[in-house]
């Protein structure tokens, strides 16, 4: 899918140990957002609780509010299951609406993909 006509939205998911990690590129907003459920969805279902689902934005250009109010439902869905939605942010882009709902902890908001993966 192209989110403007030149940058396509993407989504990989592997497992990294026990954990499993959704990685995302381009924007997230009303026109993917269907598309990144479906990845995160997948992801809850195979992950084996109480290891969580990694959420890496690193490659997020924009993040609307259709994608943080889908980061929280499933943020929801795994800490039903025993599990955390742990997202990895470090562009303006993702942190400073993250930032400005104050849900950084909420969401477990790391740096990097290997802070996400260390066990606190």
Excluded: Y
Aim: hydrophobic letters at 50%; glycine letters at 8%; aromatic letters at 2%.
């Amino acid at each position: 899918m192209l989110t403007d006509g030149q940058v396509p939205f993407r989504t990989a998911c592997k497992s990294v140990g026990a954990a499993v990690l959704v990685h995302v590129t381009g924007e997230i907003d009303l026109t993917t957002v269907p598309d990144l459920a479906e990845r995160l969805g997948e992801a809850v279902r195979s992950v084996t609780p109480p290891a969580p689902v990694v959420a890496d934005l690193s490659g997020v250009r924009f993040l609307g509010a259709q994608g943080i109010g889908l980061l929280l439902d499933h943020q929801d869905l795994c800490l039903r299951r025993g599990s955390a939605l742990v997202v990895v942010a470090n562009t303006a882009a993702v942190l400073r609406p993250l930032q400005a709902l104050e849900l950084m902890s909420v969401l477990g908001v790391r740096s990097s993909v290997l802070d996400a993966l260390t066990p606190a």
